[in-house]
């Protein structure tokens, strides 16, 4: 007769199948991605000064890489996460002091986070395309 293990009598740990998606969970994974995304932005931040430094030749190929569709589309992700993450360190900052905590106000803080990075964003698109003069 084979023999059966016995079923543990103890609690299974909490996964993603019982929590719900909330904004706030959702706001802090993106807190950890834009942080990643930042570290590729330092690169292609390098890679400008380099380029810079390196003369005329290497800093037209830069700019040929940033003003392409693919380069502009990275240079506006870059800014949003960068405005992203300062706001969402913002947001922990408030509820570092203890304040913040309440449901409605973690509600107005992660929304306030994400309407916030996108419109800095845009105004700041907006602002870098009226003083270089247009597209």
């Known amino acids: 007769m084979a023999e059966s ?3 543990s009598e103890r609690p299974l740990s909490p996964h993603l199948q019982i929590y719900r998606p909330m904004l706030t ?18 690169l292609l931040m390098a ?7 390196s003369g ?12 392409s569709i693919i380069g502009r589309l990275i240079l506006f992700g870059y800014t ?5 993450h300062m706001l969402g360190g913002i947001r922990h900052f408030i509820w570092d002091t203890g304040r913040g905590f ?13 309407i916030g990075s996108i419109v800095l964003t845009v105004l700041t698109w907006i602002v870098a ?3 270089r003069g247009g597209v």
């Open 5 to 7: 293990k016995p079923v």
């Open 25 to 42: 969970m959702m706001m802090s994974i993106m807190h950890r991605v834009t942080g990643g995304a930042l570290f590729f932005g330092t």
């Open 47 to 53: 890679w400008w000064l380099i380029a810079a430094a």
């Open 56 to 67: 005329p030749a290497a800093y037209a190929t830069f700019q040929w890489f940033a003003g």
């Open 80 to 84: 949003w996460a960068l405005y992203h």
């Open 102 to 114: 309440g449901p409605a106000e973690r509600e107005w803080l992660v929304r306030a986070n994400l």
């Open 129 to 131: 395309y009226a003083v």
